[in-house]
Every structure is written in C-alpha cells, then in structure tokens.
C-alpha cells in the first residue's frame, strides 16, 4: 500500500533562517506531488506541483522553492524565513490517472519567530 | 478557472440534529468535486468525490452529497450527527489528473451534547 512521509512534524524557526520540510512517498511510481499550505482563515493554498522529476510548477510568488530530487520525494525550502510563513504545511500527492484524489501527509506546522 | 465557495465558516449543531455544510464551485469544465475532513494537527482525509454518473455520492462516516449542476453545488450533509464529526471540512473542485484540486476555505463542524 501507499504511503506518505512528512517530516520535521513541528519546526520553531526565527526569521530569517532557512527551511528545509521534506516528503517522501511509498509504494507508488511517479506520482503527482503537491505542497499545499494552510493558515488560519485561510483554506489551502496551493504552493507547488510537480508532475515529475525537476518539474516544479509555482502557484506563489513568494520566498518558497521546491525541488524534487528523486521520483518519490518532494522538498519545500527557503533560504530565508519571514513572519508571514508560518502555518501547516501539506505534502499530497495523485496518480495520473482517473479522477484527481489527493492523498494528503500528516503536515508539518511551522511557526516563525 | 475553477474556485470553490464554502458558505460559513462555523456550523454549530447538536449532536443527533442534520448536518448540512455548502459548497458552491465554479468551472468552466465538467468538474470533479471533493470533501475532505481534517482532525485537529492531522492531514486531509477524503470523505467522498464525485467525478462522473450517479449525481448522489455517499462517502464514509455516513456522509453523502449530492452534485447539483444546475445550482453548481455540491453540498454535503449527513442526517445524525455525532460528536466525533466535529472537525474541519473541505470542499474542492478539480478535473484533470496531474493538476492541482482547487480548496474552498474550510467549515469547521461543532458538535454539542
């Protein structure tokens, strides 16, 4: 069965500092990878997709980066956190097929300080 | 372009009562729709989805609903409610495999004795 990993769960940063949040995915092969992230009032908002290796398509404009290494693994990054970048932060990813079910992490929640 | 409306951001019921959550979506393609629910610090699970035929979905938990194209709703209900309902829920539009499913801003369920 599928499987996905988000890690760290929970992150204090101060401003200014960089951001590594990683996703790796199981039991499954090229599957569509999304960052999704959610602050209070908010809803989700769309970060990040990518429909395979080193193919990153950018919802955002802002100091978030994603890259994905490997078929199965998906990183968020920054090299330089702002106050406004705290919030829960999803990993979800699909198969390219049928209708599009994302299949959600268990989130990282970051707070900047 | 696709968007998604949850009308109410805070539903209130006692438990036993209707629970009826509304989503109203936009698009310009026959949309799939999604609810999700989400548990305090955890990931989305998906509740139910609608992408093509029987207009009347039922998903887990008792939950159901029913795709209005006329009214471009898919509002989700479900007849009793429990106290373990109380959660966030939300609405999503999407089509496409390989692209990214649209959320409304959520509606958080209270349950009350």
């Known amino acids: 069965s599928q499987t996905i990993h988000q890690w760290p769960a929970t992150l204090v940063q101060p401003v200014g500092s960089p951001l590594s949040l990683e996703c790796t995915v199981e039991?499954?092969?090229?599957?569509?990878l999304y960052w999704y992230r959610q602050a209070a009032g908010r809803g989700l908002q769309l970060l990040f997709y990518?429909?395979?290796?080193?193919?990153i398509s950018s919802e955002v404009p802002q100091n978030l980066s994603a890259s994905r290494p490997q078929d199965r693994q998906f990183i968020l990054s920054s090299k330089k956190l702002l106050l406004s970048d705290s919030g829960f932060y999803l990993c979800?990813?699909?198969?390219?097929?049928?209708?599009?079910?994302?299949?959600f992490g268990a989130g990282s929640r970051l707070t900047v300080l | 372009a696709q968007s998604v409306t949850q009308l109410g951001s805070h539903v209130s019921v006692s438990e036993g009562a209707l629970v009826l959550l509304r989503c109203n979506y936009s698009?310009?393609?026959?949309?799939?729709l999604f609810w999700y629910v989400q548990y305090p610090n955890q990931g989305l699970q998906l509740l139910l989805k609608?992408?093509?035929?029987?207009?009347l979905v039922k998903g887990i938990n008792g939950f159901e609903a029913e795709f209005k194209k006329s009214e471009t709703s898919f509002h989700l209900t479900k007849p009793s409610a429990h106290m373990s309902d109380a959660a966030e829920y939300f609405c999503?539009?999407?089509?496409?495999?390989?692209?990214?499913?649209?959320f409304g801003k959520g509606t958080t369920l209270s349950v009350s004795s």
């Open positions: 979800a990813w699909s198969v390219d097929s049928g209708a599009n079910v994302l299949t």
């Open positions: 990518s429909v395979g290796i080193g193919q």
């Open positions: 999503a539009v999407g089509r496409q495999a390989g692209t990214a499913l649209i």
């Open positions: 609608y992408t093509t035929g029987a207009t």
């Open positions: 698009s310009s393609v026959p949309p799939y």
């Open positions: 039991g499954t092969s090229n599957p569509n």
